[in-house]
Nanobody, 121 residues
């Protein structure tokens, strides 16, 4: 019923910026925590940034000071602003969201389709 659609990836030179978006569609749901993972072939998946429904944020040490996660609850959307990009940031970025259908207390984990970010040197 709910889909998370990502956009904003692309090719950028080192030092450049990109903003990723992840928008949820559907009805009668509540989005709690949201965030971003990234995956590079041959490497472990890395949790990049998280944001709660109260706008508390956390970042991986590798992106602190460069990336900013935010959300717009009126649009059911989470963003990842990526500045000062490095080649090491090259990965497929996946958003996730914990979704609830009130009044049921259960949460369900949904994933976006992934968007490629490539940073050239």
């Amino acid at each position: 019923q709910v889909q998370l659609v990502e956009s904003g990836g692309g090719l950028v030179q080192a030092g450049g910026s990109l903003r990723l978006s992840c928008a949820g569609s559907g009805s009668n749901f509540r989005i709690n925590a949201m965030g971003w993972y990234r995956q590079t072939p041959g490497k472990q998946r890395e949790l990049v940034a998280t944001i709660t429904d109260a706008n508390s944020t956390n970042y991986a040490d590798s992106v602190k000071g460069r990336f900013t996660i935010s959300r717009d609850n009126t649009k059911n959307t989470v963003y990842l602003q990526m500045n000062s990009l490095k080649p090491e940031d090259t990965a497929v970025y996946y958003c996730y969201a914990h979704i609830q259908w009130p009044p049921r207390p259960n949460e369900f984990l949904y994933w976006g389709q992934g968007t490629q970010v490539t940073v050239s040197s």
